[in-house]
Each structure stands twice: as structure tokens, then as C-alpha cells.
């Protein structure tokens, strides 16, 4: 029995190994060769040490917010709210102009706060995004799927507005949402029309 655990033991440390390098290469941008992307992911990793990007497979559900739970596949973003379950929003159905950068925003109360996500879309890996509200700024989390798709998610959270709508009677609660990259520069933008 002895003997045997030695072989688990060894295989797991091997295995182990072995994943370190596949990570680093994950992580690292396009085009960097295989040699230098344990070098490349250590400055990613010291660049976006703000970041609150998670890296998915496809299906794996997230704890968005207390009973919300969200998660990527490669036809969109899935996410599920006590009230609404099995909600989507789809990157293939040619509803999002996936040629040019942007963002989208579904937003719904839940559990006495507001839950607000979307789906990005542009260059460059995304590292964080802010919302802006009528009561503040918000930063979020980015989810995406290993690789380059090209898109992504993001949830946050947010008091609920003060009043139910505007003087015109339409609510702009979310003024903009803007996905940064590690480096904090915009990778997409969403404003509000009343947002100027």
C-alpha cells in the first residue's frame, strides 16, 4: 500500500507540473512564444494585481451575488436570479454588432439590491469594469473563457435606485459601463443617452 501511495503521490506532483507551464502559456497574449510565457504571465499577473477578471470554462457557474449565479458558454452569457431562472443573451445571434467594441447591460433587482451584468466586447483581455450610477461608482468582475474569444462577461452590484424613475419617466440608473484592460486602458464602452 506503501509503494502505491508513492505512485499517486508522484503522478499528482507530475501532473502538477506539468499544468504550471499550460497555465502561464493561457495567460499570456497572442502571439508570445512558448518560451517566454512563464515570464510574460509573472508581469500580467503583477499588472492586473486590481484585476477582478475571472478566467471559465465553459458552464462553470459563478456566485455573481447572493442567489444569482452566472456562467459563459461559447454561444453567451447565462445567468440565473431567484425569480428568473435560465436567462441568456446571446454573441452568435447577430443581436450584438460583435465587429466594433461595446457592452451590454441587463439589470434586475434581487435580494434588496441591483444586479447588473452584460457582455463586453473588443481587443485586448479585460481586467475590470466600472459602472457609473446615479449613486456612484461601481467596480465589477470580469468573467471570460480561456483563450482569445474576443468577448466576455461582467456582473456587479448596486443599492437600489432612490426613486423608481427620472422626471420624464425614464430610469437611467446605470449612467456608463467601461471594461479596462490591466493596463487601464478602455477596451469598451457603454453610455447612457442622458449621460452626455
Same mark, same amino acid.
Given at each position: 500500500?506503501?509503494?502505491?501511495?508513492?505512485?499517486?503521490?508522484?503522478?499528482?506532483?507530475?501532473?502538477?507540473?506539468?499544468?504550471?507551464?499550460?497555465?502561464?502559456?493561457?495567460?499570456?497574449?497572442?502571439?508570445?512564444?512558448?518560451?517566454?510565457?512563464? +515570464?510574460?504571465?509573472?508581469?500580467?499577473?503583477?499588472?492586473?494585481?486590481?484585476?477582478?477578471?475571472? +478566467?471559465?470554462?465553459?458552464?462553470?457557474?459563478?456566485?455573481?451575488?447572493?442567489? +444569482?449565479?452566472?456562467?459563459?458558454? &461559447?454561444?453567451?452569457?447565462?445567468?440565473?436570479?431567484?425569480?428568473?431562472?435560465?436567462?441568456?443573451?446571446?454573441?452568435?445571434?447577430?443581436?450584438?454588432?460583435?465587429?466594433?467594441?461595446?457592452?451590454?447591460?441587463?439589470?434586475?433587482? +434581487?435580494?434588496?439590491?441591483?444586479?447588473?451584468?452584460?457582455?463586453?466586447?473588443?481587443?485586448?483581455?479585460?481586467?475590470?469594469?466600472?459602472?457609473?450610477?446615479?449613486?456612484?461608482?461601481?467596480?465589477?468582475?470580469?468573467?471570460?473563457?480561456?483563450?482569445?474569444?474576443?468577448?466576455?462577461?461582467?456582473?456587479?452590484?448596486?443599492?437600489?435606485?432612490?426613486?423608481? &424613475?427620472?422626471?420624464?419617466?425614464?430610469?437611467?440608473?446605470?449612467?456608463?459601463?467601461?471594461?479596462?484592460?490591466?493596463?487601464?486602458?478602455?477596451?469598451?464602452?457603454?453610455?447612457?443617452?442622458?449621460?452626455?
Amino acid at each position: 500500500m506503501t509503494r502505491m501511495k508513492k505512485y499517486v503521490t508522484a503522478a499528482a506532483v507530475a501532473a502538477a507540473l506539468v499544468g504550471v507551464p499550460t497555465m502561464a502559456h493561457a495567460i499570456a497574449p497572442a502571439g508570445t512564444p512558448a518560451s517566454t510565457a512563464g +515570464v510574460q504571465a509573472t508581469t500580467v499577473a503583477k499588472a492586473s494585481s486590481s484585476s477582478s477578471a475571472q +478566467v471559465v470554462v465553459p458552464g462553470k457557474r459563478i456566485a455573481a451575488a447572493p442567489k +444569482v449565479q452566472l456562467w459563459l458558454t &461559447k454561444e453567451g452569457k447565462h445567468w440565473s436570479t431567484p425569480t428568473m431562472a435560465g436567462q441568456f443573451r446571446s454573441v452568435t445571434d447577430g443581436n450584438l454588432d460583435m465587429s466594433q467594441p461595446g457592452v451590454s447591460l441587463q439589470a434586475e433587482p +434581487v435580494e434588496g439590491r441591483y444586479f447588473l451584468s452584460g457582455i463586453y466586447h473588443g481587443k485586448g483581455d479585460a481586467a475590470t469594469v466600472k459602472v457609473e450610477t446615479e449613486q456612484g461608482a461601481v467596480t465589477g468582475t470580469i468573467v471570460r473563457l480561456a483563450g482569445t474569444p474576443g468577448w466576455g462577461g461582467w456582473y456587479a452590484t448596486s443599492k437600489l435606485p432612490d426613486s423608481p &424613475k427620472s422626471k420624464d419617466g425614464k430610469r437611467d440608473f446605470v449612467r456608463s459601463v467601461t471594461v479596462y484592460d490591466a493596463a487601464g486602458r478602455t477596451i469598451a464602452k457603454m453610455a447612457s443617452p442622458s449621460s452626455g
